[in-house]
């Protein structure tokens, strides 16, 4: 995570708008890719309860195909780099075929299933929309929510449609990008190589209290 220059958050806003206006301030000026996920994390048995909760103390019904999504952090992330006029927000929905129904796909598909079971998603689905920051109403709280949750609602509707007909548009018109591995072994040790200083410096602790 460090060596992509993730942010790592508290999720206490009042240290985590400081800590977000610091970091994206120091790259604003450069080419860059900020990954965001306004609804936090992924869908799952845990996340779920938490969006029906939050959904339900707001007084809104929640989704069904995603987890409501929170407005402050993407908002303050979108300020921090306004005055970049290079800008562009790049609104990605992402889905997975072959799921069963009312199983979530990090259950479905799992570093153990890819790996050593070998069962992974043959395809994965993506629909993008790109949206220029004067487009975005991001000088008015209220304004910008509605802007967001008018995404979402769209998202769900592409999604409904997934699970119906396996395609996120109606006209079912995509283009087909093959992904390859040049080198299938390295990228799979590179997934894992970051464990290896983590199993040394254990082995290591371990040997040092067996002498003690």
Known sequence: MQFFNFIFLKRNWSKDETTLNNQLGSISDD?????????????????RPRSIRYTEKIGVKDFDHLLYPR?????????????????????TTIAYPNIPK????????????????????D????????????DIPIDNDENFTKWLLSRWQ?????????ERSNALDEADDYEDIPITFNKPLMHTLDAFVWFVPMIITWLIYKTIVNLL
């Open 102 to 121: 009312d199983i979530y796909g990090q259950d479905y598909y799992s570093l153990r299933s890819i790996f050593f079971n070998g069962k992974f998603p």
């Open 31 to 47: 080419n860059f890719t900020l990954l965001l996920f306004p609804e936090g994390t992924t869908l799952s048995n845990e996340s």
């Open 154 to 162: 769209e998202k769900e509707k592409r999604l409904e449609l997934f």
């Open 71 to 91: 407005v402050t952090g993407l908002l303050a992330s979108i300020r921090a780099l306004k005055h970049n006029s290079l800008v562009d927000i790049i609104d």
């Open 123 to 134: 395809i994965i689905h993506m629909h993008m929309n790109s949206y220029s920051l004067e």
